[in-house]
């Protein structure tokens, strides 16, 4: 009997090898960097122009400002410029200055300080109504200072303040935008443990404030304080109210009074320009010589 062999089942095909995947690239295309770069270029020949043409013009006499186009470099008089700046009418410009720095950095000083008190308080301490009160500060950044400009005109003629540098001073202790920043910074720099260990050290709550809180708060101190130089610096319209005598303008409505008369007097021209460069340098300075605190401060509690 003849034994016959089971039949062989054919072995499976063979799969070609596949290819790996393409690894697609995760970083940004070379179009992508092209149109970005692109804009910031815009950006910043936009912001640069201004004060370029300042720059410029700053170095010419009033015949070569009208002689010669913007840009274009003429006879260096900057320095000639700047000593007539200062000399013209019995040095009116220098006094300026010196009451824009009084209204920018005596009231930015104690703007954030009150600042700083206010957004500890409404972070360490529990009272009835905080929350509703610090919705109210949260209010006071949504109105223009141009709507209440004229009400604080009235309180101030009431309280025979009009036309002195309290006029103008006062109105800029209160920052509801200062008094938010500080409490997010007191949120995310003042842990409660260190001052509860200071209140068992048998600190007070200023000295707890000032010892231990402060010192943390110096981001907070310097982010805040550049906000209200600035604002300060660039202040016009309550100035225009509330002051009549020019002895007390700031450097702003100074220019303005100075520029509202060129038709009548063309040789401010030259005046007027120069100011305006000057009056660039102290906010130039303060945000150079502060930013690395800036910066720090503005990217608070980014990170947790």
Known sequence: MAVTAPPRTPAPPRRAPQAA????????????RAVVNTLLGIVAVYTLM??????????????DLFGRPGFR?????????????????DGVFGRWMANSMLYSVVGA????????????????????GKEKLYGLVLLGIL????????PMYLMAS???????????????????????????????????????????????????????????????????????FTGSWNNFFLPLVMLNDSALYPVGLGLYNWNATLAQEPQLYSFVITGSLLSVVPLAVAFVALQRHWRSGL??????
């Open 73 to 89: 470099l003429a006879e260096f008089n900057l320095f000639t410029n700047l000593a007539d700046l200062f000399a013209y009418q």
């Open 143 to 150: 109105v223009p200072h141009t709507v209440i400009s004229l």
């Open 299 to 304: 990217t608070a509690g980014a990170v947790k």
């Open 109 to 128: 000083l104690a703007s954030t300080l009150i600042s700083l008190l206010a957004g500890y308080a409404f972070h360490t301490y529990g009272f009835r």
């Open 158 to 228: 009431e309280a025979g303040l009009v036309n002195s540098y309290w006029a103008v001073l006062i109105p800029g202790l209160v920052n509801p935008f200062g008094v938010y920043l500080a409490r997010v910074f007191s949120e995310s720099y003042v842990p409660g443990e260190t001052l509860e260990a200071a209140r068992l050290d048998g600190a007070g709550e200023l000295r707890a404030f000032r010892s231990v809180a402060l010192p943390m708060l110096s981001p907070a101190f310097v982010t805040i304080f550049l906000f209200s």
């Open 50 to 63: 201004p004060l370029s043409w300042l720059l410029v013009n700053a170095t010419k006499n009033n015949g």
């Open 21 to 32: 995947p393409r690894r697609t690239p995760t970083g940004p295309s070379w179009s992508s």
